[in-house]
Structure formats: C-alpha cells, structure tokens
C-alpha cells in the first residue's frame, strides 16, 4: 500500500512541476544532476563499483555456467518413468549393471551377461 501511495506522490509531484515549470524547469535540474554526477567523489565512487561488478561477472557467469550443466544433465538422465540419480546415487544404468554381475572392468567385462541374453559383447 505504500508503494501505491509513493507512486501517486510522485506523479502528482511530477505533473506539478511539469506542467508549472515546463522545460526549462526541467533542463535546469538536469544541469543540476549532470554537475553532481561530473564530481570528483561521484565518480571514485562509479569506479569503484565498476571494478567491483567486473570482479564478480566471471564469478557468475561461472556459476551460471555450472549450474547450467547440472541441470541440462538432470534433465536427460532422467525420463518420466526413471528420475534422475541425485548426489551420491548410481544412475540405473550402473544399478542395473551391477546387479548382473557386469560391473566389473578389463578386457571381457559383461561377456557373462551379453552370453546370458545370447548375444556377444
């Protein structure tokens, strides 16, 4: 409710002042704003802000990047009848594989199971 009520404010104030004071009202506050901006203080304060948005950008942009990843391999490990594994959990690839004695590894890993369904590995 104050938000609603700040914004009447300021567009009754702005109405005022637009229409009393016109344009050259206007262009007057503008130099105004432009003189403070131009100060020396201002404008230590603007790059220390910059240096500091540019220190954190590669910051996010990695973390966005990474978080990106995550989720675009959640969503094709997982299918509707099989979520994805989370953190820690084996995917049902390796659970399945496991549970048939092929998990091992080296040369001839899964011939048991591929001789069971009749097939070669």
Do not use: C, H
Request: no cysteine.
């Amino acid at each position: 409710m104050k938000g609603k009520i700040a914004f009447v404010v300021g567009a009754a104030v702005g109405y005022v002042l637009g229409t009393r004071a016109g344009r050259e009202r206007y262009e007057q506050i503008k130099r105004g704003a432009e003189s403070v901006w131009n100060t020396e203080p201002v404008q230590r304060g603007v790059g220390a802000v910059r240096g500091a948005v540019r220190g954190k950008v590669d910051d996010v942009r990695d973390f966005v990047l990474r978080a990106g990843k995550q989720a675009f391999a959640a969503m094709v490990q997982s299918t509707p009848d099989r979520p994805a594994a989370g953190p820690g959990q084996a995917s049902s690839a390796t659970r399945i594989a496991a549970s048939s004695g092929s998990a091992t590894t080296g040369p001839g890993a899964g011939t048991a199971a591929a001789d069971e369904q009749g097939g070669t590995a």
